[in-house]
């Protein structure tokens, strides 16, 4: 019971603060729409732009968390700072290559669209976002820090009001207010940015506040870098942001292959992937959380308390997971129902919420396994999996179901769905055999 209770105390404030980060894309959604059409399309652009490569970049970061974590078990705390203060110069490399990234990146909403003036509104969306950039790294950095110490909390309490922020901003940048001028969809970009800084702020002054004072000023010291410790951030956790890159321009691209099937089809396939996001979280928390212990016992090196860890996890999770696929599978029609009121659109999403129910199984174990295994910091296989498992399975297997008749009928969005239990199926299978293999590694003194 009480490694449960530590789980629940990590996984539940990280489901908040995840689900909050969705309500700030939800609110940015709201306020473009109700600006105009033109305005709702460039924010869409700007964000399948922005998001894979902020996510995918600052994903390198979220390894500061088990390796805190993995200090504390061994003892070692007087190291933390140390590691914090080379998270910083590993944040400015990382800094200069989103930057870049991004700025190449807006540009090709030329390629994407013949209306200049809606490619000129998304690349200013994206430019307002490059603003929050190095605000988004370093606050990866101090939630790891948190996240080490097994407190969730903070990033939770700082989510919730960055939510409560980005309301009346997003209303002030996009149709103006007093001095500041409408700017439109693209000043969600804006209003985005100086959220993440008020957030980053928030984190540092909770962190200052705290018993970490003094590992705040550690990472600040005037101190020269240690090869060794960035290499070993970067090592750790470039695989991360790597994997996260795949995962999500797979799911991407798979929505430009469904949107020649007409708006219909578009519109039910985004209710059912928003549907699947927003249950997606619970998972990915419970494999933050996981990550987190796991690295504790293994710098520990208690093995007995790890493997009753990863039973307890596993338990939870299959647990929550059912009853989120049974609530999904009785309700689907009126979860449906409270994104639009269009009888196609309802027809059509609620057959696909039921492959969605399926799909969390798969989904569930593989964000768990590669959880754990990012925990027991074995990160690189994750990257291969990945790779493999959505781009060399999963991407061929849509295109044939989606569009052809190759296999089956053509069987558009449901093709989609069932392109992804495949694809997770498989990168769980592998996560978990390499788990297996890697905790036998970590522990190799006691056989």
Not at 136 to 150: A, D, K, S
Not at 399 to 421: E, H, K, N, Y
Request: aromatic letters at 10%; one cysteine or more; glycine letters at 8%.
């Amino acid at each position: 019971m009480g490694e449960l209770k530590k789980l629940l105390l990590l996984m539940v404030p990280l489901y908040i603060a995840n689900l909050m980060h969705m309500g700030m894309g939800v609110v940015d959604t709201i306020v473009a729409g109700q600006a105009g059409t033109g305005e709702l399309a460039a924010v869409a652009l700007g964000v399948s732009v922005a998001a894979p490569i902020t996510i995918a970049v600052s994903m390198v970061l979220s390894i500061v968390g088990p390796i805190v974590s993995r200090y504390r078990g061994a003892g070692y705390e007087s190291k933390v700072g140390l590691l914090l203060n080379n998270a910083r110069f590993a944040a400015v490399v990382l800094l200069l290559i989103m930057l870049a990234a991004l700025y190449l990146a807006s540009f090709s909403f030329t390629y994407v669209t013949d209306d200049v003036q809606l490619a000129e509104k998304a690349r200013m969306y994206v430019y307002y976002i490059m603003l929050g950039t190095p605000a988004v790294l370093l606050m990866r950095i101090v939630q790891g820090n948190f996240e080490g110490y097994g407190q969730t909390r903070p990033a939770m309490v700082i989510s919730l009001l960055g939510v409560l922020l980005n309301i009346p901003l997003d209303f002030a940048f996009v149709f103006g207010w007093g001095v500041i001028p409408a700017l439109g969809g693209p000043g969600c970009g804006l209003a985005t940015s100086l959220i993440q800084w008020m957030m980053c702020l928030g984190m540092y002054l909770l962190m200052y506040a705290s018993r970490h004072r003094g590992r705040t000023r550690q990472m600040w010291a005037l101190r020269g870098m240690e090869g060794g410790l960035v290499r070993s951030i970067f090592r750790l956790g470039i695989p991360l942001g790597v994997a996260s890159l795949c995962e999500m321009t797979f799911f991407s691209a798979v929505v430009l292959l469904i949107a020649p099937l007409g708006e219909l089809m578009v519109s039910a396939q985004q209710v059912a992937i928003n549907v699947s996001g927003v249950i997606f979280m619970l998972p990915l928390s419970l494999g933050i959380a996981g990550s987190i212990r796991a690295s504790y016992h293994l710098g520990a090196q208690n093995s007995r308390a790890f493997d009753a860890m990863v039973r307890t996890l596993l338990v939870l999770a299959f647990a929550l997971v059912s009853l989120f696929m049974l609530l999904t599978l009785l309700f689907r029609q009126e979860i449906v129902s409270l994104y639009t009121d269009s009888a196609p659109v309802i027809a059509t999403a609620t057959v696909l919420l039921f492959y969605c129910a399926v799909y969390q199984i798969p989904d569930a174990l593989q964000v768990i396994m590669s959880g754990l295994l990012r925990g027991c910091h074995d990160t690189t296989i994750i990257t291969w999996v990945s790779l493999a498992s959505y781009w060399l399975v999963g991407f061929p297997l849509s295109c044939m179901l989606i569009r052809t008749d190759w296999i089956v009928p053509a069987m558009g969005p449901v093709g989609a769905w069932i392109s992804f239990i495949v694809a997770l199926s498989i990168a769980a299978v592998f996560f978990t055999v390499r788990f297996l293999r890697t905790r036998r590694r970590v522990f190799a003194s006691e056989y």
